[in-house]
T-cell receptor
Framework: DAKTTQPTSMDCAEGRAANLPCNHSTISGNEYVYWYRQIHSQGPQYIIHGLKNNETNEMASLIITEDRKSSTLILPHATLRDTAVYYCIVRVQETSGSRLTFGEGTQLTVNP | GAVVSQHPSWVICKSGTSVKIECRSLDFQATTMFWYRQFPKQSLMLMATSNEGSKATYEQGVEKDKFLINHASLTLSTLTVTSAHPEDSSFYIC????????FGPGTRLTVL
């Protein structure tokens, strides 16, 4: 799986948009970009994933650059409960279930 | 999203004893389950991949005789930490693979 690079930490004001970047310059054509987050002392939570088109769901939006070498996770209106470590993971999607390799992630702190 | 449960949520045991952790997918069948370990201020590390009805596949450096994994049904996988020692104290997290990979809430193991 391709390696990803994320900033160690970011801060965001409550109510504002949080934009979390991820670099994955070695991504292959069949690899997807996944985002998970982990709130302190809990299991990771799936947020969103995409291949090359931008994606949006009830939690967030995922913007993938045209060359697919980087992406941005957008939380449109961050709340205090969004404080967590956010992991950007690149992997091949297999039908039988494929492993996830977690990097260090970005610690997002949402401030009141 | 799909629900994955773990039991117990926390456990304290004496050195030398064995501890069993259960992971259940509550609303879907999971052919594949994964076991992760997370030490304080570190990321998740994959320990093993568990496939229903077959032997688990362990990551390099993980002792298969110490961390026994059983995946007897499509909704249940168990991890038994045998002869636990203080260095095994960690946060153990399972995930189950359905359409996507969903994580349990984790089990905090403390070995005295």
């Amino acid at each position: 799986d391709a390696k990803t690079t994320q900033p160690t930490s970011m801060d965001c004001a409550e109510g504002r948009a949080a934009n979390l970047p991820c670099n994955h310059s070695t991504i292959s054509g069949n690899e997807y970009v996944y985002w998970y987050r982990q709130i302190h002392s809990q299991g990771p939570q799936y947020i969103i994933h995409g291949l090359k088109n931008n994606e949006t769901n009830e939690m967030a939006s995922l913007i993938i650059t045209e060359d697919r070498k980087s992406s941005t996770l957008i939380l449109p209106h961050a709340t205090l409960r969004d404080t967590a470590v956010y992991y950007c993971i690149v992997r091949v999607q297999e039908t039988s279930g494929s492993r996830l390799t977690f990097g260090e992630g970005t610690q997002l702190t949402v401030n009141p | 999203g799909a629900v994955v449960s773990q039991h117990p949520s926390w456990v304290i045991c004496k050195s030398g004893t064995s501890v069993k952790i259960e992971c259940r997918s509550l609303d879907f069948q999971a052919t594949t389950m994964f076991w992760y370990r997370q030490f304080p201020k570190q990321s998740l590390m994959l320990m093993a991949t568990s496939n229903e009805g077959s032997k688990a596949t362990y990551e390099q450096g993980v002792e298969k005789d110490k961390f026994l994994i059983n995946h007897a049904s499509l909704t249940l996988s168990t991890l038994t930490v045998t002869s636990a020692h203080p260095e095994d104290s960690s946060f153990y997290i399972c995930s189950a693979s359905g359409n996507e990979q969903f994580f349990g809430p984790g089990t905090r193991l403390t070995v005295l």
